[in-house]
């Protein structure tokens, strides 16, 4: 069974870091792409990231390009997320979500960890 | 980028009730939307993939039409379960985007 877990969140000031990290288990973590999606509170879903199983392919949503960065570690079967600079618009729940192989759209997500900026 | 506007913003329906929510692409993704369930407190849910598809144990009162930029979602007969936000996505080109949502509640 898939598992998506996210963990890393919580409160920090505008201008600082924070790196969120997604454990996986349950598929054959390197042949998949995977993503980040975003949920400011009370408001709809935005894609924030994605990164391809061998690395090679790495896209931004423009909100956070330059500020943001996605990586993952496949011999640990974990997805990350540095987020520098953060600013009050970043505060949302993060989720972790994989799309079907070859696919865009996403199959299986975490259960979301909160990220909170402010002073 | 792409923009998806759902409409309407927010239904008030009753059990029973058949319900269609509406998806409009500001340009063409071909076949390439889904269609997401989301209720409070939870992650999103995929339903549907590819316009028409529904997902691994999705429920056949759930349907859906469309391509190029119209789309539609359809609930065959609400169950009680089935009061949440609905999203659509679309998957052709990046950044991938979402619809702002429409919310299904009980009237």
């Known amino acids: 069974e898939v598992h998506l877990v996210e963990s890393g969140g919580g409160l920090v000031t505008p201008g600082g870091s924070l790196r969120l990290s997604c454990a996986a288990s349950g598929f054959t973590f390197s042949s998949y792409s995977m993503n980040w999606v975003r949920q400011a509170p009370g408001k709809g879903l935005e894609w924030v990231s994605s990164?391809?199983?061998?690395?090679?392919?790495?896209y931004y949503a423009d909100s956070v390009k330059g500020r943001f960065t996605i990586s993952r570690d496949n011999t640990k079967n974990s997805l990350y997320l540095q987020m520098n600079s953060l600013r009050a618009e970043d505060t949302a729940i993060y989720y972790c979500?994989?799309?079907?192989?070859?696919?865009?759209?996403?199959?299986?997500w975490g259960q979301g960890t909160l990220v909170t900026v402010s002073s | 980028e792409i923009v998806l506007t759902q409409s309407p913003g927010t239904l008030s329906l009753s059990p029973g009730e058949r319900v269609t929510l509406s998806c409009r692409a500001s340009q063409s993704v071909s076949s390439y939307l889904a269609w997401y369930q989301q209720k409070p407190g939870q992650a999103p849910r995929l339903l549907i993939y590819?316009?028409?598809n529904r997902a691994t144990g999705i429920p056949a009162r759930f349907s859906a039409t469309g391509s190029g930029t119209d789309f539609t979602l359809t609930i065959s007969s609400l169950e009680p379960e089935d009061f949440a936000v609905y999203y659509c996505q679309q998957r052709i080109n990046w950044p991938l985007t979402f619809g702002g949502g429409t919310k299904v509640e009980i009237k």
């Open positions: 990164i391809s199983g061998d690395t090679n392919y790495i």
């Open positions: 979500a994989r799309p079907p192989a070859g696919s865009r759209h996403f199959d299986y």
């Open positions: 590819d316009a028409s």
